[in-house]
């Protein structure tokens, strides 16, 4: 069963990485973006060795790079996509879908 958990002010710099219920909240390109907070190579956690450049997330632990709107595996060795998260903005505060797989894009 899915819900939502808060993820804090949905004011943020872009590049800001934060953790949400196992899941990594981004912010980039003025967008909010979620998914699995683990790196699909080497389960380093993103919210603590990720770094953001454009839509990609990358993980400093290995070098793998993630598109944030797909999931998408863009440099390995990570060989698996990630999981998205749907992420909402609700009276200025950013949460982050719980269960299942989110819509394709991201929020405002």
Do not use: K, Q
Not at 39 to 66: K, Q, Y
Not at 82 to 93: E, H
Not at 94 to 100: M, R
């Amino acid at each position: 069963m899915s819900g939502w958990v808060v993820g804090g002010p949905a004011v943020a710099d872009d590049g800001e990485i934060r953790e949400v219920a196992g899941a990594a909240l981004v912010r980039a390109g003025g967008r909010w973006f979620a998914v699995d907070d683990e790196c699909s190579h080497a389960d380093c956690p993103f919210s603590v060795d990720g770094e953001v450049d454009g839509t990609t997330l990358i993980c400093n632990c290995h070098g793998s790079e993630f598109d944030l709107e797909s999931g998408a595996v863009l440099l390995g060795p990570a060989d698996r996509p990630l999981r998205r998260r749907a992420v909402r903005v609700r009276a200025g505060v950013v949460e982050v879908e719980t269960g299942g797989d989110g819509p394709p894009g991201p929020r405002p």
